[in-house]
């Protein structure tokens, strides 16, 4: 079955710091991957999503990500970070083994950024 | 505005007593969804919803009924034989072919 695994639950970083939030998945096939983020006592609102083509996909806030088949994973990256970044990110995968047309996400535990003055 | 609206936003129950979260959308999705979060564990699926009338079990759905009476609405029951059910409480629909899934604000019950 697929699963996602997100390595960091919490990750504590400086304002205007680099930040990765890292993501791997386990099926090889062809998957749909995505990533949403959660402020406190919210839904999930989408960060940015890979289907097809470029492996590196952007976010309108400057996050980025980059699809890496052989490795499997989908890593979540931004060169510098605000305050109003502080929330918990989710990364999903769709499941490849759903059928009838209509797409089951299997979600990561999350990881809880922390943005620090 | 296009969206998914649930309600309340919080909830409060005693044990032992059946409780219904509401979850509507007017994106036009023929799809919904209802999910658990508990801290630390990310979010796990209870039940889903393909076409009007129709619904399958989650991970888990034990403790749990949804109905499907119209594609706008997909109300979850939080029964009295869900053995934790103090949770955040998050509704999503989709439109399928481009597989994102759209969130809710959430409910937040309580059980005591």
């Known amino acids: 079955a697929q699963s996602v695994t997100q390595l960091d639950s919490q990750v504590p970083v400086f304002e205007e710091a680099p930040v990765e939030l890292r993501c791997n998945y386990s099926?090889?096939?062809?998957?749909?991957l995505f990533w949403y983020v959660q402020y406190p006592n919210q839904g999930l609102q989408l960060l940015l999503k890979y289907l097809s083509g470029s492996t590196l996909v952007e976010s309108i806030n400057g996050f980025e990500a980059e699809f890496n088949k052989s490795q499997t994973s989908f890593h979540l990256r931004k060169p510098s970070v605000h305050i109003s970044d502080t929330a918990e990110y989710f990364c999903a995968v769709s499941d490849p083994m759903f059928s009838g047309g209509y797409n089951k996400l299997i979600f990561g535990a999350g990881t809880r950024l922390a943005v620090h003055p | 505005d296009g969206g998914i609206t649930q309600s309340p936003k919080y909830l409060f129950r005693k044990e032992g007593q059946n409780v219904t979260l509401s979850c509507e959308q007017n994106l036009n999705h023929d799809a919904m969804y209802w999910y658990r979060q508990d801290p630390g564990q990310g979010l796990r699926l209870i039940y889903y919803s393909q076409i009007v009338n129709d619904f399958q079990k989650g991970d888990i759905a034990e403790g749990y009924s949804v109905s499907r009476e119209k594609k706008e609405s997909f109300p979850l029951t939080v029964t009295s034989a869900q053995k934790n059910p103090t949770a955040f409480y998050l509704c999503?629909?989709?439109?399928?072919?481009?597989?994102?899934?759209?969130f809710g604000p959430g409910t937040r019950l309580t059980v005591t």
């Open positions: 999503a629909s989709g439109g399928g072919r481009d597989y994102e899934q759209y």
């Open positions: 099926s090889s096939v062809s998957v749909y």
